[in-house]
C-alpha cells in the first residue's frame, strides 16, 4: 500500500522518528494534525483534479493503442472496400461483354 508514494516501512520509520523528537504526547497531537490536512488535502478539488489527471496519463498508451488498432482496422476495412469495388466493376464488364455478345447474335440471326 503507499500513500503519497510512501510504503508502511517508511511510514513505520517516520512515526518513530516522530516519538523520539517530539515525545509521546506532542507525536499523538501532530500525528492528528497531519492526518487532518491529509484528509482535507484529499478531499480538495485540487488533489481530485491532479488525481484524475494521473490517471488519464497512466492509461494515455492504452488508449493510444486502441486508437491504433481502430486505424489498423479502418485501413483494412478500407482495402476490403477497395477490393470489392474492383471484383464489382470487372464483374460489371464482364457481363456488359456478354451481353453485347448476345445482342450481336441476335441481331445476326434476326436480319
Do not use: C
Not at 486505424?71 to 461483354?97: F, G, M, P
Amino acid at each position: 500500500m503507499q500513500v503519497f508514494n510512501v510504503g508502511i516501512l517508511e511510514l513505520l520509520f517516520i512515526l518513530i522518528i516522530a516519538f523520539i523528537v517530539l515525545g509521546p504526547a506532542k507525536t499523538v497531537k501532530t500525528m492528528g494534525d497531519v492526518g487532518r490536512w491529509i484528509k482535507n488535502l484529499s478531499k480538495s478539488p485540487i488533489w481530485q483534479d491532479l488525481m484524475a489527471t494521473s490517471q488519464e496519463i497512466r492509461d494515455l498508451p492504452n488508449k493510444l493503442m486502441d486508437e491504433a488498432e481502430l486505424e489498423k482496422t479502418l485501413r483494412e476495412l478500407e482495402r476490403s472496400t477497395d477490393e470489392i469495388n474492383r471484383s464489382l466493376h470487372q464483374v460489371q464488364a464482364e457481363t456488359e461483354q456478354e451481353l453485347s455478345e448476345i445482342n450481336e447474335e441476335i441481331k445476326q440471326e434476326n436480319p
